[in-house]
């Protein structure tokens, strides 16, 4: 069946480069999604990227897709404290979308 | 303003209480979908609804209850056969044009004393 997997966290300086990593095992899936859940919120859709493509770049997001290891990146440029969220990868599956477990994202100062 | 939205966003029910979560959305989508969340455990799919009066049972319906009668609304009733129902629940909608990518409200935390 599809299963998503992600690590559970990441520290990283203010000011560093952010790099969440996942991977899935859906090869058929069209979509693969990243989503923020800030505290007490609901899930905010970041970007996504179509299985075709192998980088898409917004602002400070940059999304790196490797379909033959099933691998995904999310890397957020000049990390900031208002970056500190929950991350998560997702892959789109016929009628549903499979969701990670969650990356939690904590900023050192 | 297109978007999701659920009600209340904190409830408390006494034990072997019903109690029902609303989810309504105006972004004309055809999907809903009802989430789970707990600490450390991701989101877990209760049901989810393609179209008006049709539902599928997710992987933790067990406890649960939906209907489906108008497509802008997909309520949720958490019964007192749920053997831990305190939890955060989120509701979503999907499109039905490419990407198809899931909206999600606020949710509501339900704390069952």
């Known amino acids: 069946g599809e299963d998503v997997e992600q690590s559970l966290f990441l520290s990283v300086r203010e000011g560093d480069s952010s790099v969440i990593n996942c991977t899935y095992t859906d090869s058929s899936s069209t979509y693969l999604y990243w989503y923020k859940q800030e505290p007490g919120a609901g899930l905010q859709l970041l970007t996504y990227?179509?299985?075709?493509?192998d980088m898409k770049q917004d602002q400070r997001l940059t999304v790196l897709l490797n379909k033959k290891d099933k691998h995904l990146s999310l890397r957020i440029a000049d990390t900031q404290t208002g970056d500190s969220a929950i991350y998560f990868c997702?892959?789109?599956?016929?009628?549903?979308?499979?969701f990670g477990k969650g990356t939690r994202l904590h900023i050192l100062p | 303003d297109g978007g999701i939205t659920q009600s209340p966003k904190y409830l408390f029910r006494k034990e072997g209480q019903n109690v029902t979560l609303s989810c309504e959305q105006n972004l004309n989508h055809d999907a809903m979908y009802w989430y789970r969340q707990d600490p450390g455990q991701g989101l877990r799919l209760i049901y989810y609804?393609?179209?008006?009066?049709?539902?599928q049972k997710g992987d933790i319906a067990e406890g649960y209850s939906v209907s489906r009668e108008k497509k802008e609304s997909f309520p949720l009733t958490v019964t007192s056969a749920q053997k831990n129902p305190t939890a955060f629940y989120l509701c979503?909608?999907?499109?039905?044009?490419?990407?198809?990518?899931?909206?999600f409200g606020p949710g509501t935390r339900l704390t069952v004393l």
């Open positions: 990227i179509f299985s075709n493509m």
């Open positions: 609804s393609q179209i008006v009066n049709d539902f």
């Open positions: 997702a892959e789109s599956a016929y009628d549903k979308i499979i």
């Open positions: 979503a909608s999907k499109t039905s044009r490419r990407p198809d990518t899931q909206y």
